[in-house]
């Protein structure tokens, strides 16, 4: 089989960047005999270190570099911005995944608007641009020929965009329904376990669950974020995150976990897309569920989704919601996609 | 956008054809404005009566006369074999429905070679050609440029095979487990809320939920098919229906149904595929699952499956698996990929 290489310029070194480097430094072979996809790192811009080889740095060594902080020996080491990065770079795809912003957007819209304009296909884990300005980021891809990819955005790796937009492809989807926030998820079943709000949260951030904001979580930002984009990609809807009506779990104290385990229950905070006439509404709160309900098993970090459809009625998808390795994987994935479309 | 004609021939109009029909009934301008695919059914042969209109069949007229049984009325009213049908016809895709063989995979892989040899796609809902004779199929339909789908063959309509060789397309796949067949799921359900092997049964089949042989439920053949079409489709192996090692239902008591319960866990009839040093092995059994596992949650006719992978862990997906409109859409959803393909 002929290879096509794909070199990748990466936005951000953090969760999503060293798992699509642990993907390659293990499984890069793989990618080539299996699919015919040569996966490569070309260029790394981060805040405090940046590297450069356009032949491809080696996985394992940027990994083991940015563990140690040791970053000045890598090929091309530098400081760019990602500006820089992107409009002087020879790459393919850009890999954005810079801190997420759901006001703005920024910065990622401005690289990714920029890495489009050069013609590079972009893959984004940052949900902003997505819950914001999706319809734009089409119009631009499409006019340039390149591909879009945002699989990472919810549930990680787990492929829950790509069930619903392409797999579900012929059904109308009525309504989703999911666990979309790991951290939020984490505390409910360790309060239900007894343990109060505030130990349970120190135990998730402890863990690393929580983002680089926990109120993202708790108050359900990160979750009202991901509903819009479930809202936009699965439902051809144009919410944005402040349109999703949002309550967190801050409220939900031990003695109401424990009045639902009491009545065969259990809280989830829900984050839930419906249609409603002709216009398409998004919430995000606890909701109390029944033990079978396929969403109440769903326990600890793990996501799932429910979509319901006019063909098929419901389908639920359950996997991981984050971790370096699942989004690392979900920039593969959305790269494999895109070498699928061009093979 | 302009739209592509796809012309289906029909071998059975069972709950598949029923269901491609209704879809196409009420749905045609869906997919022709959605996703510009212009679907239609041409030919029809079952072992009582056939139909035939080179522009297309109207959906809507062809159920009406099914299920009166006053079929002689419909355009080109004939009585042809599927060979006849399949050696004249002008249609672009053939989807077979017979019932299945385990052992042969006739008549339907006749059918498909046939029909290969004259250039169509092929989309097989009989799982019998899946199960025993993958490898020939693709390498026919790869040496005639057409295409082979049969995502029908486990789960229905529920995307469980593109999830797993598409979605998941990067990861190593090591393990699947699942519920397969919803006939011996819904017999177990209904015994734990008390009632015997043999009323469970009887009421399965008074809802239509058994196929044609009972036996071939409950004694596991069918989920030994679905298991070795998962080894071949999911795990590159090359198992055929015989080597899948089986127990079926029919052990299963009251009693142990309550003593499982007692334990808080629940009895499933589990399809199992997983590595074994360089081989992949498959068995179908009854298995007591602890309450809190994703399987044990899915009852009556659901089917459910966990795909366990490398990169992402257990993924679970959950969904009908049979339904005349849910196994209709498995062939929709077919059609679909096939025309992303080729557009």
Known sequence: ????????????????????????????????????ADVRIVAICTRRWGA?????????????????????GLPGACRWSATEMIGSVAADVLVEASPTDMTT???????????????MHVIT????????????????????????????????????LRLGWSDLAGCEIQEVRGIVNGTTNYILTRMERGMDYGDALAEAQRLGYAETDPAGDVEGHDAAGKAAILANV???????????????????????????????????????????????????????????????GVSGATNALTITTDLLGDVTLIGPGAGSLATGYAIVADLLALHRKGS
């Open 1 to 36: 089989m002929q290879s096509s290489i794909y070199r990748l310029a990466l936005v951000g070194f953090g969760a999503v960047g060293r798992g699509v480097a642990e993907i390659l430094a293990h499984h890069h072979r793989r990618l080539v005999e299996r699919y015919g």
């Open 52 to 72: 450069y080889d356009a032949a491809g740095l080696d996985a394992a060594s940027v990994l083991r570099a940015a563990a140690s902080g040791d970053t000045a």
């Open 105 to 119: 957007g920024e910065p990622a819209m401005s690289h990714l608007r920029a890495a489009i304009a050069r013609g």
């Open 125 to 160: 884990a940052n949900k902003g641009p997505v819950a914001l300005h999706l319809a734009e980021l089409r119009r631009l891809a499409g006019e340039q020929g390149v591909t879009l990819g945002f699989e990472a955005t919810v549930m990680s790796g787990t492929p829950a």
């Open 234 to 296: 699965l439902m051809d809807a144009a919410l944005v995150p402040a349109e999703v009506e949002r309550e967190g779990i801050t409220g939900v104290t031990r003695d109401m976990v424990a009045a639902a385990a009491a009545a065969s229950e259990r809280w989830k905070l829900i984050a839930r897309v419906w249609r409603d006439g002709r216009t398409v509404r998004a919430a995000v709160r606890p909701m109390r569920l029944a033990l079978d309900h396929p969403l109440a």
